[in-house]
């Protein structure tokens, strides 16, 4: 028979749960907790239901949940009981947690910083609630008139009761967990339990009992009994459906999701990756939190690609199965990047049937496609975002190509609640976004990204098959590669590979007495720039990019495609990035704008032009100890545009 268990915090939950037990008997768990087992039947489906009180809070919660788990072993744990609304809900309606916000986590520096500490339902559990939130005959399992609405959606738990919505605790609640409908003290210790247990499928169901302000009204007139009949009768409706021990067991709640396992292809992560650790904890945190739109953005070659496929890897289970991982890649020429194209092709990849009329039709596969990643948890990769914008001075530089685009971001980002992730990567970053996602901050996050840190360039080395030990000749020599480089990772793997492979076999020393001198131009320009306060030259020889065959095919090849596309694109943007070339290191802004002052360029358009360059992150900023802002190009960067500057001066001559 299979078994559940039903825990709830207060007595007056615990006994609209029992209410729905037969042959009830009283048992105690050596350590003293006491449980009372039922059954529950419907058809030839019989439930064990074991149910218990934990008391309020979410470390008890935790507590009796991985007792009752460890003891019973049962097939899924459910919690029930009351919350209070936040927002969308009315009294006695009912939430089906997607997932539980434990808003306490965080630092408290000069501020409390959230961070956010995400427990998640599993994903049959989630889609059996959506399924049955549609209909209408759980209704029949509660005596009342009342018709109250279920949502399935995020709900945040803590350890204070809130009473207030001028409380700062409200205030904050709306500011940084904006998608969470209810608030209530034990789900996230419920689904922490369940974390650990995996066996074990999971679901919180709450009863609004009352609405915050409304708290002392709402208990005088009993909504906490109408609010946890509702829940329950809920949770049972749910239990109802469930199916165990059958094909479709706790991890597959329909068949709809029954697709043969595959395994994802990357496009640029493999076994090499190394580093960015911090940075991939704080992202997939993000993402199981509220962020629904993640995009990555940095100059070519940096990691983009790779590392939204890293994030993949780490957010597995998640998303269901690999068959829940979606990737398109816009430089892909052979494939058409208007976005019905796309959503026609995202839709098929999860299953869908699209007709010849359906294509014709944006609108229509936009709402499809919004409404069908919404209800499902999907995580969609879209790479090389910079190839679908255009730009002009009257209505910007970096705007979508197709306006279908900029709909589909808009509708993405106005729900409440969604299931699935978006992560865009792209040189630029798309001029619309900011607009359209000014009232949804919580739901999108734009990640620049720069070069490895020095240890993380090693640890390249290292991987690839190089000795990086404190006594290897060749350490210094790779130190100095990586630091000449600013740990770009594409080139620092090529030219790791270049080291490894004949003719040089892993002889650091021999490379470098190769192709060394490239390197020591990149230093004695930085060094004079430093020491002898020379910033500026036309004559350094910056040929990073270049001067091997595998550097001029991998490296050469993306940035030169980045330079034509801004010199067609936005012409005095290129011109600016040539002219500024002259600099050796960091300089204030106005001296790479007074080069504008000779191209015969109104001077309207001189900061235009420079912040074309940073929203394709072809500059890179700084504020120094002595509060200056400065600028500066990326070596390997600054090498494409000398050669540029130095061609424009022929032409000119």
């Known amino acids: 028979m299979a078994c559940a268990v039903i825990l709830t915090a207060i007595r007056i939950e615990y006994m609209a749960v029992r209410a729905h037990l037969s042959d009830l008997t009283e048992e105690m768990h050596p350590n003293g907790t006491i449980y009372e087992r039922g059954k529950f039947s419907i058809g030839s489906q019989k439930w064990e239901v074991v149910i218990v009180q934990t008391g309020a809070g979410n470390l008890s919660a935790a507590m009796e949940a991985e007792r009752a788990i460890a003891y019973f072993n049962p097939d899924v744990i459910l919690f029930v009981g009351v919350a209070g609304g936040i927002k969308d809900v009315q009294l006695g309606d009912v939430v089906a947690a997607t997932k539980v916000y434990g808003y306490e986590s965080g630092k408290v520096a000069e501020t409390f910083r959230p961070r956010p500490d995400v427990g998640l339902s599993n994903y049959n559990m989630i889609q059996l609630a959506k399924a049955e939130a549609k209909k209408t005959d759980w209704l029949a399992r509660f005596s009342d008139s009342a018709k109250p609405n279920v949502f399935v959606a995020p709900i945040a738990a803590g350890e204070k009761v809130v009473a207030n919505k001028k409380s700062d605790l409200f205030e904050f609640l709306q500011q940084s967990y904006g998608d969470a409908l209810a608030v209530e003290m034990e789900g996230r210790g419920i689904l922490q339990a369940a974390h650990a247990n995996q066996q074990v499928s999971a679901l919180i169901i709450r009863g609004i009992s009352d609405l915050i302000d409304g708290k002392s009204r709402a208990d005088k007139e009993g909504f906490q009994e109408v609010a946890v009949r509702h829940a329950s009768a809920f949770a049972f409706q749910v239990l109802s459906k469930l199916r165990v021990g059958q094909e479709n067991n706790s991890n597959s709640a329909n068949n709809s999701l029954e697709k043969e396992p595959r395994t994802p292809n990357f496009f640029a992560y493999d076994d090499a990756w190394v580093g960015r650790e911090s940075l991939i904890n704080e992202l997939t945190n993000k993402v199981k939190g509220s962020c629904r739109l993640l995009i990555l953005v940095g100059i070519t070659g940096i990691g983009k690609t790779a590392l939204g496929e890293r994030l993949a890897v780490e957010l597995e289970g998640w998303f269901y199965d690999w068959n829940y991982y979606l990737q398109e890649n816009f430089d892909n020429e052979e494939q058409t990047s208007d976005f019905g194209s796309v959503a026609a092709r995202l839709l098929e990849k999860s299953g869908e049937v699209v007709t010849p009329d359906d294509r014709k039709d944006a609108q229509m596969l936009m709402d499809r496609l919004v409404r069908h990643l919404q209800e499902n948890r999907y995580l969609i990769q879209i790479d090389s975002l910079e190839n679908i914008l255009q730009g002009n001075e009257e209505e910007g530089w970096n705007d979508f190509i ?224 002595n509060n200056e802002y400065l600028v500066r190009q990326h070596n390997l960067i600054r090498g494409v545009s000398s050669e540029r500057l130095k061609k424009l001066d022929e032409e000119d001559e």
């Open 402 to 625: 197709d306006e279908w685009w900029v709909k589909f971001i808009k509708a993405w980002l106005s729900f409440d609640t969604c299931e699935s992730c978006l992560i865009l990567t792209s040189q630029d970053l798309p001029a619309q976004i900011p607009s359209v996602g000014t009232r949804s901050q919580n739901f999108w996050l734009c990640q620049p990204l720069s070069g490895l840190e020095e240890l993380e360039q090693l640890a390249l080395f290292n991987k690839t098959g190089l000795d990086v030990s404190p006594e290897a000749e060749g350490k210094p020599y790779l130190e100095r590669i990586g630091r000449a480089y600013e740990g770009h990772p594409l080139a620092l793997r090529i030219i790791a590979g270049e080291i490894v492979n004949p003719p040089f076999n892993r002889n650091v020393l021999g490379y470098w007495n190769k192709y060394g001198k490239e390197v020591e131009e990149v230093e004695k320009a930085i060094e004079e720039a430093k020491t002898k306060e020379i910033i500026a030259s036309k004559d350094d020889q910056y040929n990073l990019h270049k001067f091997t065959k595998n550097l001029r095919r991998n490296v050469e090849l993306r940035l030169e495609k980045a330079f034509n596309r801004l010199e067609e694109g936005v012409h005095d943007a290129y011109l600016l990035l040539c002219e500024s070339s002259v600099y050796r290191c960091e300089v204030p802004e106005d001296f790479w704008l007074s080069h504008l002052e000779d191209c015969d360029i109104d001077k309207d358009m001189w900061q235009m032009a420079l912040d074309a360059l940073k929203d394709r992150y072809l500059v890179e900023e700084r504020v120094d100890e």
